[in-house]
């Protein structure tokens, strides 16, 4: 560890501003927008023969539920339609997850190490089923860094709802005051305000800054290290 990034979190025995930190998945801790869009156009595919839009349109939907991106996509979402598409992505990512293991942005694994080193709680909350969320994790070698992981079950709700943050914060122990939420997203921010959590936005994932700065999230940040300073 260099001395700089020593300094990341907080020093000595000073007690972070933060007790637990929250973390969405794709486009905060994982740079999967590859991966991501090509299964969003294979799903697609399966379920209409025309042309899918371009990258740039899909990646605009992706951190949203699945049957949200294929209706807003402009796509039937009825039942059939529906679960034909989340059957095929679900497929098609996993396939490509195992194929080769995911991508982390820069210094995502350090970061996280200086936080647990500083006793700060930390779990993953993320739209992708439970099952993807788990498997996307330990593929990315992050799982020891994670007291929680939170993906999407039947019966639970997605962000922008506040429901898993406030899971989340419970299986942490952690109380709302002493938490943070980071994302990529508006489904991030929302949620975190929805929760009553401080909010943190990191612009280097999948949506535009000045999207990001309508949403007023507490934090702005373009590097995944900058996150440090702000929980210790």
């Not at 697609?44 to 740039?56: G, N």
């Not at 098609?92 to 080193?117: I, K, N, Q």
Request: aromatic content about 6%.
């Amino acid at each position: 560890m260099s001395p700089e990034d020593s300094r990341r979190v907080a020093p000595g025995n000073r007690v972070p501003r933060f007790s637990a930190a929250l973390f969405d998945l794709d486009g905060t801790l994982v740079d999967s927008s590859h991966e991501l869009v090509a299964s969003v156009r294979d799903a697609l595919l399966a379920v209409d023969p025309r042309e899918p839009p371009d990258d740039d349109t899909i990646l605009l939907e992706v951190g949203k539920p699945l049957e949200t991106i294929l209706r807003e996509l402009g796509y039937p979402a009825d039942e059939n339609t529906a679960g034909r598409f989340v059957d095929t992505y679900r497929r098609v990512f996993a396939a490509r997850l195992e194929s080769a293991p995911p991508r982390l942005y820069p210094h995502v694994p350090e970061t996280l190490g200086l936080l647990r080193e500083a006793g700060v709680r930390l779990a993953v909350v993320t739209t992708k089923h439970q099952v993807q969320a788990e498997l996307t994790v330990r593929a990315a070698g992050l799982a020891h860094r994670f007291d929680y992981v939170h993906g999407w079950a039947e019966g639970r709700r997605h962000k922008p709802d506040p429901e898993p943050v406030l899971v989340a914060l419970r299986a942490l122990g952690a109380q709302k005051d002493d938490a943070i939420m980071v994302g990529d997203t508006e489904q991030d921010i929302l949620a975190a305000h929805a929760a009553g959590v401080t909010s943190c936005a990191v612009t280097y994932g999948f949506r535009p800054v000045l999207l990001l700065r309508t949403l007023r999230p507490d934090f702005i940040v373009s590097r995944f290290d900058d996150i440090g300073p702000i929980v210790g």
